[in-house]
């Protein structure tokens, strides 16, 4: 078949796996890639494997294999019957890793490996819904602030992204977790909000550079509407690579917000798995011990996944910014 | 005369700006409160919650007065002040030490690419983005506490405890939750596109110094990295003293928060608001100091 010659500058540029390992930011780019595949080939797992029989233990499920009562969780069933409160073995239910639990079990004797990979699929939930509230709002306001320059629209679109820039983050989530009594979607849509602002300066930012270019006064002068103008050609032809990087490092800051906040007890509620929560358990609580010397099976797998997780996410992000040429200064303000 | 309206007009915007934050931290505050009606129990109204926070700002900017706490009947401004200087002196220190660490470091990786030194460093610098503060601050914490940890401030304590003391932490926060990398990203590109230019190069060739040219360029992007950042920093803040020592801001925000104490939180959201719309304000002005090009 002939081929239609089309002029597409990217057919001159060389291909194949060598090509790729001679651009800038490929090296960044596959071991991003890698870590983030494992990821998500992670989260699967922890919320399908029990239920696909692939692994014997769930997430939530208490083992009491080495006891013929249940632990005690709480003190007052470690009070209603006491007879046994005082042996050692009562009240120390975790293992460490011993056949059949591979990375061993928590204080409340459950499976620490599906537990960890559990919480990768509540983190890449969390992080999705985030993402997308932020991409929504945030688009939003940038156009707005950028195309409707000194009209009363820019000016309140300018003074939500600026309020919004000006919160004292961590104050706001954890009084959002604590009246929402940790919902996750409260939380979710807080973040979202929050991270709202770095897209909006982004789509601003890109607006007021190409306003006055030929194909966007073309674009008016054809009689396309605002919308269009703003959704396609500005947002889908000139931003997808800025708003691909962001998304990446948003994904990387949802962890790491709700590690943190869950650490300190006010991030995503108790059935749902959180990394931040497993390294306060497993680390002693608020007045962490030498868990690396000590029990180092409950504290360091969730510690290791999320340095690792946020380690590949930004490799990501940064070979793609390398390799699309985004200077680094383009998407700070 | 022009100087002086900006200036007002800045002010102007950050009065408007902090309004907008103190005011839906107080909407948001109004769901801890309860209010009975004929023996049912609500949360306050809206229009309840505007006509009294319109009291509140009144008091505030009129007598200084931040109201009490609801638990303990203190001034809430004598609650905060206390725990408040820890947390100041935390973030001011921990943004030195990372502006102390990273221009060199970014400097370095621009002028001096493709040397071992660089090529192993600068992806070690991902680690440290990769590494949450309290992860960072839960593992060091044992062994603070072993040899730092614990002070008896009537007893004679030497210089140097304290300086561990106080130094650890501040230096856990500068390095830790990705400040390090992002200024040593974007100082390396920044410095790295004014090397190569012909000024700097008819200045290497005359032997003249450069270092003055390229620190002021290097300032620009650690000004703007430490502004758009500052949110997370006192956050980070909150999370080392929660995990370092036993009174603070943060134990403050959380006990008011487990007894339902709206006032005090509000006006920890306050200060820390106003902190940063500060910082926002310094950031223009010092951008216009270093690079006039960009006044408007």
Redesign the interface.
């Known amino acids: 078949m002939k081929k239609k010659f089309t002029y597409r500058p990217e057919v001159f540029r060389k291909r194949g796996i060598k090509a790729f390992f001679r651009r800038p930011g490929s090296v960044s780019i596959v071991i991003g890639s890698v870590i983030t595949i494992l990821f998500l080939i992670g989260a699967l797992y922890g919320q399908f494997a029990y239920r696909l029989d692939l692994y014997p233990h769930s997430p939530t499920e208490i083992q009491y294999d080495r006891f013929d009562s249940p632990p005690p969780s709480t003190l007052l069933r470690a009070l209603l019957d006491r007879r046994e409160f005082f042996e050692e073995e009562y009240w120390y239910e975790y293992t460490e890793p011993v056949e059949g639990h591979i990375l061993g079990t928590d204080n409340d004797g459950r499976d620490i490996f599906i537990r960890v990979l559990n919480g990768a699929s509540t983190y890449l939930y969390a992080g999705a819904l985030t993402v997308f509230i932020s991409l929504v709002i945030g688009i939003f306001l940038g156009s707005v602030t950028g195309y409707y320059k000194g009209k009363i629209t820019e000016m309140i679109a300018n ?1 939500i992204t ?2 919004l ?8 989530l ?3 977790a ?2 929402s009594h940790f919902n996750l979607y409260a939380i979710t849509i807080a973040l979202g909000i929050l991270n709202a602002t770095r897209i909006a300066r982004i789509i601003s930012g890109t607006i007021e550079s190409l306003k006055n270019t030929d194909f966007i006064l073309a674009a008016k002068e054809i009689g396309l509407t605002d919308i269009t103008i703003i959704g396609k050609h500005i947002v889908w032809y000139n931003c997808r690579h800025l708003l691909s990087i962001q998304i990446i490092y948003g994904f990387a800051s949802v962890i ?2 709700e ?2 906040l869950s ?3 006010y991030g995503i509620g108790e059935p749902l798995v959180s990394w ?1 929560r497993m ?1 306060y358990e497993g ?1 002693g609580g608020r ?6 010397e000590g029990i180092y099976w409950q ?1 360091v797998p969730p ?1 290791l996944a ?3 997780t ?2 590949g996410l ?2 990501l992000g ?1 070979g793609m910014s390398k390799m699309l040429n985004v ?3 383009e998407y ?2 | 005369m022009n100087t002086l309206r900006t200036i007002l007009k800045e002010i102007c915007i950050a009065l408007l700006i902090l309004i907008g934050t103190t005011f839906t931290i107080y909407l948001l505050l109004g769901q801890l409160v309860y209010e009975h009606h004929e023996g049912v129990r609500t949360t306050p109204s809206f229009f309840s919650l505007t006509a009294d926070y319109g009291e509140w700002v009144t008091d505030a900017v009129l007598r200084g007065d931040l109201g009490h706490s609801a638990t303990t009947n203190r001034d809430v401004s004598d609650i905060i002040g206390t725990g408040f200087r820890q947390t100041f002196l935390l973030v001011i220190g921990s943004l030195f030490v990372s502006i102390l660490i990273a221009i060199p470091l970014g400097v370095a990786a621009a002028i001096r690419t493709n040397t071992w030194f660089v090529r192993f460093f600068i992806p070690g610098t991902y680690l440290f983005s990769a590494l949450p503060v309290f992860l960072l601050a839960i593992f060091i914490r044992p062994y603070w506490v072993q040899s730092f940890g614990i002070l008896d401030w009537y007893a004679d304590i030497p210089l140097s405890r304290i300086i561990g003391y106080y130094g650890i932490p501040i230096i856990i926060l500068g390095i830790a939750d990705g400040v390090i990398g992002e200024m040593i990203k974007h100082i390396r590109e920044v410095v790295g596109g004014m090397v190569r230019e012909n000024y700097i190069r008819a200045a290497i060739a005359r032997s003249a110094r450069i270092s003055k040219h390229i620190l002021k360029n290097a300032l620009l992007p650690v000004f703007t990295i430490i502004t758009s950042r500052f949110s997370y920093a006192l956050g980070g803040a909150l999370i080392v003293e929660y995990i370092f020592f036993s009174q603070g801001i943060s134990i403050v925000a959380l006990d008011a928060l487990k007894y339902r104490d709206p006032n005090v939180l509000l006006a920890i959201g306050m200060i820390f608001s106003l902190l940063i719309v500060i910082a926002n304000i310094m950031n223009r002005v010092l951008t216009v100091i270093v690079d006039p090009r960009t006044r408007t």
Request: glycine letters at 6%; proline letters at 4%.
């Open positions: 003074y600026s309020v820039d000006a919160y004292p983050r961590i104050v706001i954890i009084i959002v604590f009246i790491l917000i590690a943190t650490y300190i007890g931040g390294i680390s007045y962490p011990f030498n868990f690396v504290a510690a999320i340095i690792g946020i380690l930004n490799l940064d200077k680094q200064t700070l303000l």
